[in-house]
């Protein structure tokens, strides 16, 4: 679909809408281009089959191991006898914590115990967006993890706790952390705090972000990201462990 086809196409949508007394707001425009943006793949870079053969080789080239050892061989972590967490020595990232559940009477049993993630403070999920030839693209990162299925997963542009960020590690700060921290007003597509999963965080929230910069400027995008296009990003929902779930929680949005 060509620039001026979809601009037909789209404003052809806004009158039906208008005829049959639909308030039309930035959100209706918005919903509307992402529609459209679902329905074919314009991808100024990649098709498909080249986006899967790019994954494919990013994960042959992972050298990434993990192996499961005992609590006791952790480095770095250690059991905290005054709060009698599991804990950081930088005092940072998260602590396994233990909790108590009372009066729980409409779950499957009325009170247990078990224990918990907890972290002071959560973390950016953001996904930077840039349009080509008038078709918005999205900067997407193959990702080792070492929970994941197959060490790599597609992931947001920058998916880092605060302590990341801080560099509490001693590492590096993590990529196109700087589109995220102090973002223009005018850039920013949408930003919300999401809460983690209760089942297995205590009291945890990331902020969701999608950011969007200028057509005009440069971005040098390393070999183990990729611009996607909405249209691919939902083909791409379809294979098992391939969209990490952060992904998929900040597009609900659109």
Same mark, same amino acid.
């Given at each position: 679909?060509?620039?001026?086809?979809?601009?037909? +196409?789209?404003?052809?949508?806004?009158?039906?809408? *208008?005829?049959?007394?639909?308030?039309? +707001?930035?959100?209706?425009?918005?919903?509307?281009?992402?529609?459209?943006?679902?329905?074919?793949?314009?991808?100024?870079?990649?098709?498909?089959?080249?986006?899967?053969?790019?994954?494919?080789?990013?994960?042959?080239?992972?050298?990434?191991?993990?192996? *499961?050892?005992?609590?006791?061989?952790?480095?770095?972590?250690?059991?905290?006898?005054?709060?009698?967490?599991? &804990?950081?020595? /930088?005092?940072?990232?998260? /602590?396994?914590?233990?909790?108590?559940?009372?009066?729980?009477?409409?779950?499957? &049993?009325? !009170?247990?115990?078990?224990?918990?993630?907890?972290?002071?403070?959560?973390?950016?999920?953001?996904?930077?967006?840039?349009?080509?030839?008038?078709?918005?693209?999205?900067?997407?990162?193959?990702?080792?993890?070492?929970?994941?299925?197959?060490?790599?997963?597609?992931?947001?542009?920058?998916?880092? +706790?605060?302590?990341?960020?801080?560099?509490?590690?001693?590492?590096?700060?993590?990529?196109?952390?700087?589109?995220? !921290?102090?973002? !223009?007003?005018?850039?920013?597509?949408?930003?919300?705090?999401?809460?983690?999963?209760?089942?297995?965080?205590?009291?945890? +929230?990331?902020?969701?972000?999608?950011?969007?910069?200028? !057509?005009?400027?440069?971005?040098?995008?390393?070999?183990?990201?990729?611009?996607?296009?909405?249209?691919?990003? *939902?083909?791409?929902?379809?294979?098992?462990?391939?969209?990490?779930?952060?992904?998929?929680?900040?597009?609900?949005?659109?």
């Amino acid at each position: 679909m060509g620039k001026s086809i979809k601009m037909k +196409t789209f404003n052809s949508i806004i009158n039906i809408l *208008k005829k049959e007394g639909y308030e039309i +707001t930035q959100d209706t425009k918005a919903r509307i281009e992402h529609m459209l943006e679902c329905l074919e793949d314009k991808n100024r870079f990649n098709n498909l089959d080249q986006i899967m053969e790019w994954f494919k080789n990013q994960r042959r080239k992972c050298e990434m191991e993990v192996k *499961k050892i005992g609590i006791n061989e952790l480095e770095k972590w250690d059991f905290d006898n005054k709060t009698q967490n599991i &804990v950081h020595d /930088s005092g940072e990232f998260f /602590s396994v914590i233990g909790v108590k559940v009372l009066n729980s009477k409409k779950r499957e &049993v009325g !009170e247990w115990t078990q224990p918990m993630i907890w972290q002071k403070e959560g973390g950016i999920l953001g996904i930077l967006s840039k349009k080509f030839n008038g078709v918005r693209h999205y900067l997407i990162h193959a990702k080792a993890e070492p929970g994941n299925i197959h060490k790599l997963q597609l992931s947001p542009t920058l998916q880092a +706790t605060f302590s990341n960020l801080k560099k509490a590690h001693k590492g590096n700060k993590p990529k196109f952390a700087e589109y995220f !921290e102090n973002p !223009e007003k005018e850039n920013v597509i949408y930003s919300k705090s999401f809460a983690e999963d209760g089942g297995r965080f205590y009291l945890k +929230t990331n902020y969701n972000m999608l950011v969007e910069v200028d !057509e005009n400027e440069e971005i040098e995008v390393p070999d183990d990201y990729i611009w996607l296009t909405m249209y691919q990003i *939902k083909q791409l929902l379809k294979y098992d462990n391939l969209i990490n779930p952060h992904v998929r929680s900040i597009i609900s949005y659109l």
